[in-house]
């Protein structure tokens, strides 16, 4: 595709109810990121994917978070029983990771998602 | 895990002046990349830069990998420069720094 594609690209969803978000990387991109940004702050980590493993979960804020990607491609990031601090942006990235070394970082224009 | 520490958080220019932004890292990196994060939200990738300086029309950053830090400057600002800049450095996965929230006046 032309760029990182996530969906939705909005979402209001009660407290305590599970919410599944989409993220399709760039074709033949390696690695995929998962970042949250709440209002007015920066990107903060959630997790990386090489190919359909993840050598970093450190990011992930609890245990109702979790994340998957199958195929090297699409990834998917569900948080369960949302609690209205999940509200935010989320962000996902891809690249070449290390197939290239010339490998620059691309967003998608992000979920907002609102816990209410 | 590496720390990406950026300077200054805030900063304020009228129109046509000048601006350097730094970010300093703790480890070696990989590679790092400079980020413009615009009013609406969209991360627009500015440089790719793990060394050495590029240019790109009123924008050119520098990356000194021996000493973990780097510089974007800005000449010449205009309005639509507004927004947060971002840093972001690969050591293994991609972390960001604060950023610099840049407001150009007219």
Redesign the interface.
Known sequence: GAGVSQSPSNKVTEKGKDVELRCDPISGHTAL?W?R?SLG???E?LI?FQGNSA??K?GLPSDRFSAERTGGSVSTLTIQRTQQEDSA?Y?C?SSFGQLLI??????G??TRLTVT | GIQVEQSPPDLILQEGANSTLRCNFSDSVNNLQWFHQNPWGQLINLFYIPSGTKQNGRLSATTVATERYSLLYISSSQTTDSGVYFCAVDNNDMRFGAGTRLTVKP
């Open positions: 990121y970042y940004q702050q920066g990107l980590f990386y050598p970093d450190s942006v962000l990235a010339n490998s620059p970082l691309h967003f224009n992000g």
